[in-house]
């Protein structure tokens, strides 16, 4: 199959729909799903929403839009090098129907005006971005890479800039408060102690990384973590 194998790479979900739940996978794959919360974890089901005009590489970071949860902004790490076809580290993401494959991509083009500034080896901006958050007040974009963070105003229609005062490191995630992306739903009456986990099989040796494997994937807890069952095999989650 298409972008097979890997591991699940980033969860997200928003305080305003505990039943929607974002998650992408190492190779690509990008799925969304609108009963996260069902009593039954084997009722859980997924639809895949990535397609030839996504990157294959691999998925950083995800927004999902509070106001409308069918809508995110996803982030890719790895280089366009690797991906021509198919460039960019920033996109604004639509689920756009149940169709398989029925996601539309808008590359918001950091490195124009953006990660073009940063020391890349060609001076193109071509970097890994690895998370993406948002001020949903101002309707701003902050996007961490290699070298910084980046700002996109207008949620990223109007330009970008490098963050000034800030050393150029790798910054590997993002937090923004007050911020509707919550990582799981706990405590409430909706979903009371209800707890989504990814997890990855790697193998590191002195000579060797085996990446991904039966050990990976998704797995759910409806009472705290104290019992966990795997969702990855349900529906529309392959």
């Known amino acids: 199959a298409d972008r097979a194998g890997g591991f ?36 859980v089901t997924w639809h895949r929403i990535d397609n030839a005009t996504s990157p294959t590489r691999f998925p950083s ?8 949860v069918g809508h995110a902004w996803v982030t890719y790490s790895g280089y366009n090098a690797t991906t021509p076809t198919t460039p960019g580290h920033a996109f604004e993401v639509h689920e756009n129907g149940s169709a398989p494959g029925s996601g ?6 950091i490195e ?22 948002r001020d949903d007040a101002n309707r701003t ?8 963070v980046l700002v996109g105003r207008n949620d990223g229609r109007s330009g970008w800039h490098v963050t000034n005062g800030m050393p150029r490191y790798e910054v590997t995630h993002l937090e923004i408060q007050p911020s ?22 790697t193998l590191r040796t002195p000579w060797s990384l085996s990446s991904g494997g039966p ?14 069952e795997d969702v990855a ?3 529309g989650f392959a």
């Open 8 to 43: 699940v790479s980033f969860l997200a979900r928003v305080d305003a729909d505990h039943g929607t739940l974002w998650a992408t996978t190492s190779a690509g794959r990008l799925f969304v799903t609108h009963n996260a919360d069902a009593s039954d974890p084997e009722a």
């Open 61 to 68: 970071g995800i927004y999902v839009d509070p106001d409308d």
């Open 104 to 109: 539309t991509f808008e590359n918001l083009n």
């Open 112 to 133: 124009g005006t953006g990660s073009s500034s940063f020391p890349t080896p060609f001076s193109n901006g071509d970097l890994p971005a690895s998370d993406v958050v």
């Open 141 to 148: 974009l902050y996007v961490a890479t290699d070298f910084g």
């Open 180 to 201: 509707s992306r919550v990582a799981t739903c706990v405590g409430t009456a909706r979903c009371p102690r209800l707890l989504y986990a990814a997890f990855w099989e």
């Open 215 to 228: 050990g990976s994937g998704l797995w759910r807890s409806t009472d705290g973590g104290g019992r966990w």
């Open 233 to 235: 095999k349900n529906p």
